[in-house]
């Protein structure tokens, strides 16, 4: 049996959810964090030590600036009320990316959620927020400067400190990674979901851990 300390997640198809109910797409995205509060639920109910969330990502930017701010409403609102929960459930809350580019009220926000839960040791939940895996790589290559080797380079990385993810799993209909987590993906067990991220279930995670548990990992040898 596997050994599991990391899940990541590519939480696609919101929008398409809320477009198919006549809602638009915002709609979808409001009942994407309903998911993803479930999802941390069964997470620290079946005892996994990290989940990493891929929330919007560098090439997020273009989107429309309606459907952005509305996200970003979305974070500001939900880490400002559910704070104390957050911090009652022991949950420790981890940025991957650049927050430079947001307004100060989410960088305020995501830096004090940050701050406020630096110590709880129930499960960490990494937010890959304004990340891109080129970018990351790029700017970890640079710190690294003349010393390159696979232990300086990673300790460049947003993930520093971190496993790497044992399984990472897409909803959505599509088998792609779209700039997330490239290099801490290359022995990962990848599952690719049809349906759409608020149609994920706990069950469905469990179904997927099951099945991962059981998988021979071999990362090359025989
Ligand atoms: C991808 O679906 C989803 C996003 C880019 C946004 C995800 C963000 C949230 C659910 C908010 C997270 C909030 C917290 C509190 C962590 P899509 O819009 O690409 O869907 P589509 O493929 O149907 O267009």
Redesign the pocket.
Known sequence: MNKLCHVAF??????????KRGKG?NF??LK??E???KIVGASIKSKIPIIT?????SE?WE?PKN?KNY?FK??NT??TK?IKNIIKQGIKINILGELNKFSSDIKLTLKKSAKLTKKNKKIVVN?AINYGSKNEIIQALKKTKKNISIKNFERNLYTKNLPNPDILIRT?G?QRLSNFLLWQLAYTELFFLKK??PDFTPKDLFKIINKYKKINRNYGKI
């Open positions: 590519i939480m696609d198809g919101n929008g398409r959810w809320g477009k797409r979808g995205h994407g964090v998911t993803v509060k969330f891929y929330v919007f990502s997020n989107r459907e996200i979305l974070i939900y880490f559910e937010l959505g599509y759409l991220w």
